[in-house]
């Protein structure tokens, strides 16, 4: 299916959209990546035209006037229109002119963030309503039941990957001095502060050396991480690629203080920048993987991983688990992402 993605934004608006702010990076670019959906993303639509260097994930077709002329250049199946402060009567024309071409169309709304496969949908005078879960319906059963799956998964992991794990640990102890694992305070469920194990893939004084590297951050926000990182050992640099490095924090599954799926577990400092409506990330266990790791890693922005791992809470299920960890895999075999 040959998809293309309407953005109705304006470049700088604040807003996002498909192909302009954080929402269309995420959509175009996982899109573009994730070709097992069969869908070939063609390009966006927006209402200005390409500057050097903007950064879009995905083509520039034109602006929305030129929609029909590029629906029938390109052969586009399917339009994706992202919510924005476009008026109304401007998209509305939109969707029509699509289904007068008959083109499917689908729709992000607003509030995409709250959103989630429980949300109840009704209708008054016409008009539909669409009621919203309580963050509270993950209850005691929930919670049990995705206790029994972190540790019966856990248990399975380490089982079958502990001559890889002694391994890994012995190599790291041969490669460079220092211990085997690395510990760094992180913020977890409802705010509370535990240690977090990974394998040490750095030097020991790695957070020392920071401070003259901070110049050669190719990450956004308050996270810190570099591509061609001097700091990391020839070990490290392999169980990094792989994946390897976070294997420990099975030991904080155990422990009851990490799930296998969830929130990216942030360090105090940056964890302390999610306020708002992305602290509601803490109101759930954070995890080894979740949609930050399927969705790019550290090809994503802070900002945007914040947002996706706040969309993983009002969506909380175990079959939504599931499909991470198995996506998980996929993305490791990969190696996508991973620096």
């Not at 689908?106 to 016409?126: K, N, T």
């Not at 008009?127 to 799956?149: C, N």
């Not at 540790?151 to 102890?173: E, H, Q, Y």
Request: with cysteine; net charge positive; glycine share 10%.
């Amino acid at each position: 299916m040959r998809l293309g993605l309407a953005c109705n934004v304006r470049l700088g608006s604040g807003e996002g959209g498909v192909g302009a702010g954080g929402l269309g990076r995420g959509l175009g670019g996982g899109l573009v990546m994730h070709t097992e959906k069969g869908l070939r993303v063609c390009g966006v639509l927006d209402t200005t035209a390409a500057e050097e260097g903007d950064g879009r994930p995905v083509k520039l077709l034109g602006r929305q006037s030129e929609l029909g002329s590029i629906v029938d250049r390109y052969g586009i199946s399917r339009v994706i229109i992202a919510f924005s402060r476009t008026p109304q009567p401007f998209i509305l024309g939109i969707i029509h002119e699509c289904q007068e071409m008959k083109i499917d169309v689908s729709i992000i709304p607003r509030f995409f963030e709250v959103l989630s496969s429980r949300a109840e949908l009704d209708e008054v005078e016409g008009l539909p309503l669409m009621s919203l879960p309580h963050y509270a319906r993950h209850g005691r059963l929930m919670r049990l039941a995705k206790r029994l799956m972190d540790l019966l998964g856990a248990t399975i992991v380490v089982t079958i990957l502990s001559p890889i794990l002694l391994l890994v640990a012995l190599l790291i102890k041969l490669d460079s001095s220092g211990p085997v694992f690395y510990r760094q305070e992180r913020l977890g469920k409802n705010h509370k502060h535990f240690l977090v194990y990974k394998f040490r893939s750095m030097d020991v004084n790695a957070e020392e050396q920071q401070d003259e590297l901070i110049e050669s951050n190719d990450a956004s926000g308050p996270i810190f991480k570099m591509k061609e990182d001097p700091r990391i050992t020839r070990v490290g640099r392999v169980i990094r690629r792989l994946s390897i490095d976070e294997l420990p924090q099975l030991i904080n599954v155990f422990r009851g203080e990490m799930s296998l799926v969830g929130p990216r577990p942030l360090p105090v400092s940056e964890a302390e920048q999610c306020t708002g409506t992305a602290d509601r990330r803490h109101l759930v266990q954070p995890g080894i993987t979740g949609l930050w790791q399927i969705l790019g890693r550290s090809d994503i922005p802070f900002e945007e991983m914040v947002q996706l791992d706040y969309l993983y809470v009002p969506n909380l299920s175990l079959k939504w688990d599931i499909k991470i960890i198995l996506r998980t895999f996929i993305i490791i075999l990969r190696k996508r992402g991973a620096f």
